[in-house]
Structures are given as structure tokens and as C-alpha cells.
């Protein structure tokens, strides 16, 4: 996990990237903030890139690639789950179902965004400090 990566937050709603967006400037934390508005996208960044991302916070719901199909993409491809990127939803949704199917996708948490501001802010200080104090095995690029 490299903690200086960065955080890359997979939102389709405008509103939300928006509001996540004010509220990392404002959480000044040294990591850039890279959106994708799909899964799509973020897939495409993840596998040509050779940045390793500190954090991978996505919605579920989103057009063309879901957040779940996302996850199992990420998670059946070797290099990228060798980079142990943590892969956290963060989502309007809190059906049983879904967060069930999450965690069976080895998913490293499951929040509920709050529709309060300050509530949310004080969610995200917790995600990236939480991930903050973890350790992981050091990423060492296979080039066979």
C-alpha cells in the first residue's frame, strides 16, 4: 500500500465528487484526489497505470461497470491485487444484500454516506487515517 498514492474516488454523481472534492481541500491531506465517474475508467487508470493508489473509495451503483463488478475486476487480476490497494464503498445504499455481496468480494469496508456535510468529512478523516496507521506487504512488480 503506498500511502503517498492517490485516493481514488469512483462517483458518478456530480453533487457527490463535488462535495468529496471540498472536502479532501479542506482535510489537506498530501495525496491528490483522482474521480472517475465510472468503473470503466477507474479500471482503465488502475491497470495501465504504474502509480500505486493509497485508496480506492467507490460507490456501487454507477453506469457501465457497477462498483461490485469493479471490485471482482480488481480483485481477479493479479498485479492489481498484489498492490493490496484497500477497496471501501462508500454508497447511498445499505441493503443487507449488498453489503453482504461486498464483503464476499473481500471488500475492506462498507460506509453509508451520510447526507450531512460535516458527518461526511468526519467519515472520510476516519477512512484515510484508519489506512493511515495499517501496514501491508511491500509491492514488488512481477516482470517475468
Not at 456530480?14 to 472517475?36: A, K, R
Not at 487480476?77 to 493490496?84: I, P, T, V
Not at 444484500?97 to 454516506?113: L, N, T
Request: with cysteine; glycine share 4%; proline share 4%.
Amino acid at each position: 500500500m503506498n500511502k503517498r498514492g492517490p485516493i481514488i474516488i469512483i462517483e458518478d454523481d456530480i453533487d457527490d465528487q463535488h462535495v468529496l472534492g471540498e472536502i479532501f481541500d479542506e482535510l489537506t491531506y498530501d495525496n491528490e484526489i483522482i474521480f472517475f465517474a465510472d468503473g470503466e475508467q477507474a479500471l482503465k487508470y488502475l491497470t495501465k497505470t504504474e502509480i500505486e493508489p493509497f485508496l480506492v473509495i467507490s460507490d456501487i451503483n454507477m453506469p457501465k461497470l457497477n462498483g461490485m463488478e469493479l471490485r471482482d475486476k480488481i480483485h481477479n487480476n493479479e498485479d492489481l491485487r498484489m498492490k493490496s490497494i484497500p477497496y471501501l464503498f462508500f454508497s447511498t445504499s445499505a441493503e443487507q444484500e449488498h453489503i453482504i455481496d461486498a464483503y464476499s468480494r473481500s471488500v475492506q469496508g462498507f460506509f453509508v454516506k451520510p447526507r450531512d456535510y460535516d458527518q461526511i468529512k468526519t467519515t472520510m478523516v476516519k477512512i484515510v487515517e484508519y489506512w493511515q496507521e495499517c501496514v501491508s506487504p511491500r509491492y514488488i512488480k512481477n516482470t517475468q
